[in-house]
Structure formats: structure tokens, C-alpha cells
């Protein structure tokens, strides 16, 4: 089954970075190393780092061996991982470590990942999901923030909106469910996405 791989180069140098890429795009390979490394292996760059995605680890594995001998004839130093894509943790760990199995490894995992996310939710302020209520009235929106702080939920109230910071999608729809069971169909529940995460808002968007 194919799997989302990473080989993650990371140069001494940024201004290293073009002449690997533009070394890469003129490669010629031979026929049995282009059919190790499959028909398609995406580079990007990001300052002095490149990374080179497959869908296989032996995808991977070919194309370090490639990159690394680019890096030897440029006479080029950088270091060289393979990575690999765990969707639960939503991030790139080591390829030596396995993609959770178990029921209690994907649990792990979750946590892992909503604690990573908490923690930067409260350094940088902002959430990347968020739950909005519009309530009936602008009293029925206070009463509804007032609960939700005195249960430990930020909860932020503009006229008759209430929004509510959630670390992950799943924690948002969890908490979307349980609103819309105990408000009832008077209130409407929604869940948004925060795309914009790194930049700054004067406005909220709500519905739109």
C-alpha cells in the first residue's frame, strides 16, 4: 500500500538549495534506478531545506541514494533523513517508526497530537478550528459564554455569536454534537476552520 515518504535534506547553506534543485531537475537516470524510484518524486525547497516526497520507502531510500551522490559531485554537505507522514499525529516522524497498529497506539498518537496542538494554540494565541453558535438573542448568547467559562471552555461573544478555540477538527465536531444536543434547534451550530492561522485578523469571518 503506498505510503507518504519524505527525504528531508538540510544544507549547510540556503544559496545551496538552487543547484541541487536545478541539478535534480536535469537528471538523467538510468533505466533500472528510474524504475526504483517510481514516476514521480515531488521537490520542493524551503530556504536551505529540500524535501523529496514518494509514496514508498524504498521510494525514499532510492532517491537519498541519488541526492547524495548530487551533494558529493557539487561537493555539497547537508544532512539527510528519511521521514514518514503519520496522519494521526499529523506530522513527519522518523521512517523507522512504525504508523500506530493498535487501537491504544492510535489513542496514543491522538493525544500526542492534540496536546502538540494545544501547546501552540497558547503560545500563538489562536486556534485552527473554532465552534460558533448563534444563538436567539444577545442574552441567550452571554448566558451560553457565562457557562461554557464556568465549565473552563474559552468562549468569546459578539452580539448573538459565541465562539468557542478547539486544537483539533475532531475536539470541534465533539464539542458542535454536544451543543446542538443540549441547545436544541434554536441555536445554530456550526464548525469553521481557521486556514489563516499565521496571520493576523482584525475580523472574523462568520458564516461567509
Given at each position: 500500500?503506498?505510503?507518504d ?8 547553506d540556503e544559496?545551496?538549495g ?10 538523467n ?5 528510474r ?6 518524486v ?5 530556504g536551505?531545506?529540500?524535501?523529496a516526497?514518494t509514496s ?23 544532512e539527510?533523513v528519511?521521514?514518514?507522514w ?5 506530522e513527519?516522524?522518523?521512517?523507522s517508526?512504525?504508523?500506530p ?7 496514543r498518537?491522538?493525544q ?8 501552540e494554540?497558547?503560545e500563538?494565541?489562536?486556534?485552527d ?7 436567539e ?8 459564554a ?6 473552563g471552555?474559552?468562549?468569546s461573544?459578539?452580539?448573538?455569536y459565541?465562539?468557542?478555540g478547539?486544537?483539533t ?20 451550530v456550526?464548525?469553521?476552520a481557521h486556514l489563516?492561522a499565521?496571520?493576523?485578523?482584525p ?6
Amino acid at each position: 500500500m503506498a505510503e507518504d515518504f519524505r527525504v528531508e535534506v538540510e544544507l549547510d547553506d540556503e544559496a545551496h538549495g538552487y543547484p541541487l534543485r536545478e541539478r535534480l531537475r536535469a537528471l538523467n537516470l538510468d533505466d533500472d534506478a528510474r524504475e526504483r524510484l517510481g514516476r514521480n518524486v515531488v521537490v520542493t525547497r524551503d530556504g536551505s531545506r529540500v524535501f523529496a516526497y514518494t509514496s514508498t520507502e524504498a521510494q525514499a531510500r532510492e532517491a537519498k541514494q541519488v541526492i547524495s551522490r548530487l551533494l558529493a559531485d557539487e561537493e555539497l554537505t547537508a544532512e539527510l533523513v528519511i521521514t514518514r507522514w503519520h496522519p494521526v499525529a499529523e506530522e513527519w516522524r522518523d521512517a523507522s517508526l512504525p504508523l500506530p497498529a493498535t487501537s491504544d497506539e492510535v489513542e496514543r498518537e491522538s493525544q500526542e497530537h492534540e496536546a502538540a496542538e494545544r501547546r501552540e494554540a497558547i503560545e500563538e494565541g489562536e486556534f485552527d478550528w473554532h465552534v460558533v453558535a448563534e444563538t436567539e438573542s444577545r442574552e441567550s448568547a452571554r448566558v451560553l459564554a457565562r457557562k461554557l467559562d464556568g465549565e473552563g471552555v474559552q468562549a468569546s461573544r459578539r452580539w448573538h455569536y459565541v465562539t468557542i478555540g478547539a486544537v483539533t477538527e475532531a475536539r470541534a465536531e465533539e464539542l458542535a454534537d454536544r451543543l446542538r444536543g443540549e441547545l436544541g434547534d434554536a441555536v445554530d451550530v456550526w464548525v469553521e476552520a481557521h486556514l489563516d492561522a499565521d496571520a493576523f485578523r482584525p475580523f472574523q469571518f462568520v458564516g461567509f
